[in-house]
T-cell receptor, first 112, second 114 residues
């Protein structure tokens, strides 16, 4: 089993749609979680950290379910500029707490 | 100006050549990392450093070496490049403080080994 698993997509949605991405992780001791966005051939950029209580940043909402070891990202009112690959990222634990474990990414295509 | 820079941005080389990729940062972070990215495999950690002259192997260090002679610089070397080292290479930095382990990436180096 991969340490961080994501549906690779692509998710093809019209502008204005709401889309949700899910991610599962294997290490129950992990404490920090993130979503990164990566445009084609560019570097990953931090989109948002994920907190236990869930958090929202504009059109983006991230949620964490520790019991199920599951993280989600919801994007409302999709824009063309949201087209990118979204990486679920989980911090290691214990001696590996320095380490970020990256999922392979979920690709989103927003069409006019 | 970008906080994390990488040079070169693109490089084509031949099998057996020695290659060095450079990374510089102005974020003042202690921790620096080198990753490679291959299609469908996500980012994999090659080496990381928590301070000047501190060097640690990541999950795929074979065939690579690094040097950290200054806080702001972390270089990656391929001693004798081979075609399966063709990939996109990213440098990243982080503060390393508890609760602040987000990493910030450079723009990447696209390396092709013929």
């Amino acid at each position: 089993r991969k340490e961080v698993e994501q549906d690779p997509g692509p998710f093809n949605v019209p502008e204005g749609a709401t889309v949700a991405f899910n991610c599962t992780y294997s290490n129950s001791a992990s404490q920090s979680f993130f979503w990164y966005r990566q445009d084609c051939r560019k570097e990953p950029k931090l989109l948002m950290s994920v907190y236990s209580s869930g958090n929202e940043d504009g059109r983006f909402t991230a949620q964490l379910n520790r019991a199920s070891q599951y993280i989600s990202l919801l994007i409302r009112d999709s824009k063309l500029s949201d087209s990118a690959t979204y990486l679920c990222v989980v911090e290691g634990s214990g001696d590996s707490s320095y380490k970020l474990i990256f999922g392979s990414g979920t690709r989103l295509l927003v069409r006019p | 100006d970008a906080d994390v820079t990488q040079t070169p941005r693109n490089r084509i080389t031949k099998t057996g050549k020695r290659i060095m990729l450079e990374c510089s940062q102005t974020k003042g972070h202690d921790r620096m990392y080198w990753y490679r990215q291959d299609p469908g495999l996500g980012l994999r950690l090659i080496y990381y450093s928590f301070d000047v002259k501190d060097i640690n192997k990541g999950e795929i260090s074979d065939g690579y070496s690094v040097s950290r002679q200054a806080q702001a610089k972390f270089s990656l070397s391929l001693e004798s490049a081979i075609p399966n080292q063709t990939a996109l290479y990213f440098c990243a930095t982080s503060e390393g403080l508890a609760g602040h382990n987000e990493q910030f990436f450079g723009p990447g180096t696209r390396l092709t080994v013929l």
